[in-house]
């Protein structure tokens, strides 16, 4: 499997805390923080390698905007600002 870097926002509903991925649009949940976080790390895990067995993985690292270096390893974009806003 593919090693890769990915960003994870961590954030509340109820009871529940919700993890996202963003580069990958995935999320997942769980009954803390560091669950959530362990349950999201799966859920991409799976998610790559499915990708990667229905050829597909590079298609989708590219739309997402990763960016492959010269060693083949791939590169996320990055996440250079996060800001609340109220209107």
């Known amino acids: 499997m593919v090693?890769?870097?990915?960003d994870t926002f961590v954030f509340k509903e109820g009871n529940?805390?919700?993890?996202?991925?963003?580069e990958l649009d995935l999320s997942s949940c769980g009954d803390n923080v560091e669950k959530a976080k362990?349950?999201?790390?799966?859920a991409v895990?799976?998610?790559?390698?499915e990708a990667e067995n229905m050829g597909t993985l590079q298609?989708?690292?590219?739309?997402?905007?990763y960016i492959q270096d010269n060693n083949g390893k791939w590169i996320p974009p990055r996440?250079?600002?996060t800001e609340l806003v109220s209107l």
């Open 38 to 42: 362990q349950m999201l790390k799966t």
């Open 59 to 65: 298609d989708i690292l590219e739309e997402a905007n």
């Open 3 to 6: 090693a890769l870097d990915f």
């Open 16 to 22: 529940t805390y919700i993890a996202y991925c963003p």
């Open 79 to 81: 996440l250079v600002a």
């Open 45 to 49: 895990r799976l998610f790559l390698e």
